[in-house]
């Protein structure tokens, strides 16, 4: 006779007890990455200081050029007060110019974006005046608009629009193929369209344009201070490099790579909080 056995109960494995691992795997990795991205610029910073550091103290740089990081430092110390109403000064300008080149950047980019022919014949145009070495604009700006704010404004309009253009216009042209055949498939029209799809889709690209040109309008203010300034950091710059305090004009320099990495940061902060699904949808390093 053959024997017959029970068939022992198969017993399936539970993930209940690698759940909490996992998410606590997660959360550690969250922490360290979250370290990571405070700790690795200081350590960026602390390397350059020491370069700079090294370079002053060798005299590889004549030090009326490159003064040690210690005397910037104190020059900022001595005249606290004023540097940072210069900063605010420069801070304004760039922000106020930004926000002008961002809104007409945008525009622009739209209208090369929704006709072929308005494309083709502005575009060189707009190349040619993103060609022009802006700093040889400076003298005849004075001229036309006169001292103060107008022509600051202007030249930080004139370096930081055409990234923002040409962002735009290219993010609005690039729709993914699987949403525009998704737009035909609903039968939308135009403004349909390009409210819920292109214009979305084109976000990540004019963030792009933003980050891009936000380093610009810096430059752009520093130029227009130089030429028509009476104040900002440019106008410092210029000031006390040309009676030698070469600390003084350094401090200044810092102050605005400061501000510069600061109103970055704070588009990349904006873009991160508008555009979330951006890092759920595409691969990360």
Do not use: C
């Not at 700790?39 to 700079?52: C, D, R, S």
């Not at 490159?66 to 001595?78: I, K, R, S």
Request: net charge neutral; charged share 15%; proline share 7%.
């Amino acid at each position: 006779m053959t024997e017959v056995r029970s068939a022992e109960p198969v017993t399936e494995p539970t993930t209940a007890g690698t759940e909490p691992v996992a998410r606590a795997g997660g959360a550690a990795r969250a922490r360290v990455a979250g370290a990571g991205a405070a700790l690795l610029p200081a350590v960026g910073l602390l390397i350059a200081l020491a370069v700079w550091w090294l370079t002053a103290r060798l005299e590889l740089v004549h030090p009326a050029a490159l003064p040690p990081p210690a005397d910037v430092l104190t020059a900022f110390v001595d005249k606290p007060a004023r540097m940072l109403e210069h900063t605010w000064d420069s801070t304004l300008e760039i922000l106020i110019g930004f926000a002008l080149s961002a809104v007409a950047g945008v525009l622009i980019g739209l209208a090369l974006a929704s006709s072929r022919t308005v494309e083709r014949m502005f575009t060189p145009f707009l190349v040619a005046v993103n060609a022009v070495p802006k700093i040889t604009l400076g003298p005849l700006l004075v001229v036309a608009l006169g001292w103060g704010q107008k022509p600051i404004l202007t030249m930080v309009f004139l370096l930081s629009f055409f990234p923002i253009v040409l962002a735009t216009a290219t993010g609005l042209t690039t729709t993914p193929a699987d949403l525009a055949e998704l737009v035909r498939s609903w039968n939308a029209s135009r403004w349909q369209a390009f409210r819920k799809v292109r214009f979305p889709a084109a976000l990540p690209q004019i963030f792009v344009g933003l980050k891009v040109a936000m380093p610009l309008a810096a430059i752009g203010a520093v130029i227009g201070e130089f030429q028509a300034g009476e104040g900002g950091l440019g106008y410092v710059i210029q000031q006390y490099a040309g009676i030698g305090d070469t600390a003084t004009a350094w401090a200044a320099i810092m102050l605005v790579a400061l501000v510069s990495i600061l109103l970055y940061s704070a588009v990349v902060l904006v873009e991160r909080l508008a555009l979330p699904w951006v890092r759920e949808t595409t691969s990360s390093r």
